[in-house]
Each structure stands twice: as C-alpha cells, then as structure tokens.
C-alpha cells in the first residue's frame, strides 16, 4: 500500500525538491502501518487530517485518493514491494481534504518477527511540496532517518508534541513481541515498564513534554520473553523555525549488563559498609600516598569530627602533642617501606580523654604489585594498657618486697650467728 500527498491535477510533473535542511512542520509527516497482506490497520492523525477521511474509509478507498495517472504504477510498484518483502520509495500524487491533488514521496519498511517474516508495514509519507516551500527538510535525510533508524542498536522512537508515539524502529518489535499498531499511542509503552518503575517514568517523560527539557532515564522494559532488562531511555525535542516543538526523537539503549555491575558493587559497597561500621575498631583506609580517603562511622563517633577535618593527614589532629612528630615518622617510613605498619599510642576522644589505641595498617596492591591504597584499624587497649601498667606495678612491689623479705632474712641470720658465736 501507498500514500501520497496532493498537488493542482493540472500540474504534469512532480514539483522541483529542495535540499535545504531546516526543521520539518509536524503536518509534512503522515504515517500508516498495514499488516503483512497489505491492509491498512492505523493512520496517524495527521494522515486523517490531511485526508479528511476515516481510518475505515482509507483502509478500503485508499486508491482512489491516488491520481488517476499515478493508479496503475502505485499498484504495480507496492504488490512488487509486497512480494520480495524488501523497502519501498515511490512518488505519486494524492488527493487532500479540499479534493487538491499534492504530489508525495511514500517511504515503506516491512518489520519482520523471528521467523523473518513480514509482520507488519511501517509508511511513511512527506508531502514534497509542503516541504519546498517550507524549506524545512530534504526528503532525503527523512529516508536517511528510517535507514539510520534500523540500523543502530537502540531502540528507536518518535512521537509528536504531546508525546503520542508515532514510530519505533525494528529492534523495537524483535524485543517487546509488540508491532507498531500495538505500541502507537500516548502511553502504551508505559505498560512494558517494570510496575516499580512506570510512575517515575511518567513523571519525567512529563516534565519534558511540559518544559521541553532534554528526556533522560533510566527504567526497565519487558521483552517477548517477559524478562526484564535496564535501558537508558534519551530524548530531544525537534523545533519548527518558529522555536515550537513539533516531535520528540528518542531512543532507548539496552544498559542491563552494565547496571547489573553496577547494583552487584553498590550490594558489594553496602555489605562492605555494614561491616566496617559494625567492627568495634575503627577503621580506615589511606590512597598509595598515605593520605587518608575514607574512614568509618566508630571513628567519627569516637573522635566527634568530621569527615572535612579527617581527610589526607587531620588524623595528627586527635594524636597526643607528645607524639604526633613520632607516630608520623613512622608512619611515612611504613609508606617508603611498602610493609606493615603498627604502632601504639593515644587517641584523644570526643570528650578531651586520650584512650590508647593499637594501630595497623597493610598495604593492598594490583596486579603488577603496586601498591594502590592502606587499610588500617586502631583497637581500643586501653584497659589491656591500664592491666599491664598495673601487673607490673605488682611486680615492682612484690620484687621490692621480696628483696625487703630477703635482707631482713639475711639480717635475722647475722644476728643468730653473732649469738651462736658468743
């Protein structure tokens, strides 16, 4: 099946084109699906406009809107089209709503399935002499965009200005199940959205219906095989000269294997977190310089900073003025070294009480041995310290006491002696 686009009968020749590239006007677009015979089963609404007939009434009287010169060539040329399943371009003169006839270029892919057969018809139709005297678009590059629209890996789309779906390319019906006349329609590819997703979608793809700011998101569809997978869903508006958005181009790009790698590191990210702040250490990591990016919630707790004064070396902040200068020393050899580092010293709390802390850190490395970060953790020893200190304070008083014992034994000895002896 063909559609055209009308001119004055009188006129014996097809209009001179332009190639002037310019935005085109939203009526210069008219598109029809057919199924695989060749019936007409959708009309855009600027085909019935353009017409003044109905859907029903250019399914079966589509015909005799074509010139009657251009009948029999129409006719040969799309049963032609019909039979080798291959894409069309014709050119002939249709009859308008005002019995004008205009001459149009009519522009035919066949969308297969699976099976590689042909499902349905996709046609497109540009009235050329709208498009000479609008300098909008060559027609050309809209045949150039069909081309381009089944050949790129995305899933390709077009709607009008208020967001009813005119086109979607191929890849589109390969990965819904849904044909064209399915998809048509100002919301109905809402419905292959995952259930959590369709809300938020609507929200933005309004928002940029309303502001005609630049569609981004991301959601997922369902396939044929009712699995879900993540797209990246784009959109521009196109504009007339008058600034007006006359339809959207969108595509949808399949990003699943990606966020996929993306939701197993942040569930990597999370397990990691949960960890690391339910540790009774604190905890932390320093870059291959040894200036510390990242530290857990325990230490912020304990010491009552923020994560602003922390960062790169503010942990000297929190050490004992007695030993900043040794503890750091032996820190930035630990780095010059690429070995283990560990220490023990004081750390000042939140409340001013400095607390004695044993600290480590080991170093990670790649794959080439470099090393590439620190991880280090300060365990509170504060009473194992305060238990040692006592312990050999007990031993310093039982030693002393035992030597006391001792000299008053070899005292009582000399005095026995001396009586003995006298």
Known sequence: MAFANSENPNSPSRPEETHQPVTTPASTLLLGIADAAGNVVYVSSELLAFTGLTLQQIATEWAAQVHPDDVARTATQWQQALAARQAYQIEFRFRRFDG????????????????????????????????????????????????????????????????????????????????????????????????????????????????????????????????????????????????????????????????????????????????????????????????????????????????????????????????????TNGWKQALLDGEKWEDTFPLRRHDGEFRWFLSRALPVRDEEGRIVRWCGTNTDVTEQKQLQEQLERAYSDLEAKVIFRTLDLEREVQELRQRIGE
């Not at 297969?112 to 050309?140: F, P, T």
């Not at 005119?166 to 890849?171: A, E, G, I, L, S």
């Not at 990965?175 to 259930?195: E, K, Q, R």
């Open 100 to 327: 004008q006839y205009r001459w149009v270029r009519s522009m035919g892919y066949p969308q297969l399935n699976e099976h590689n057969q042909v499902q349905q018809w996709v046609i497109n139709m540009v009235d050329v002499e709208q498009l000479r005297q609008s300098h909008s678009e060559s027609i050309g590059s809209w045949a150039d965009f069909n081309s381009l629209a089944e050949l790129i890996p995305q899933l390709v789309w077009t709607t009008d200005a208020t967001g009813f779906h005119t086109y979607f390319n191929q890849r589109w019906t390969d990965f819904t199940g849904y044909t064209l006349a399915d998809s048509v329609g100002p919301d109905m590819w809402n419905n292959l959205l995952h259930p959590d997703d369709q809300a938020r979608a609507r929200q933005v793809w309004g928002h940029s219906l309303a502001t005609g700011d630049f569609y981004e998101i991301e959601y997922r569809f369902k396939s044929r095989q009712n699995d879900y997978r993540w797209f990246l869903g784009q959109a521009v508006p196109v504009r007339n000269e008058a600034g007006e958005i006359i339809k959207w181009f969108g595509t949808c790009t399949d990003i699943h294997d990606q966020k996929m790698q993306e939701l197993a590191l942040r569930k990597r990210e999370q397990d990691f977190m949960t960890l690391a702040n339910a540790i009774p250490q604190l905890a932390w990591m320093a870059d291959e310089t040894g200036a510390v990016v990242w530290y857990n919630d325990r230490w912020f707790r304990f010491t009552g900073t923020t994560h602003e004064e922390m960062m790169g070396w503010g942990w000297q902040k929190v050490m004992h003025p007695d030993r900043v200068d040794e503890i």
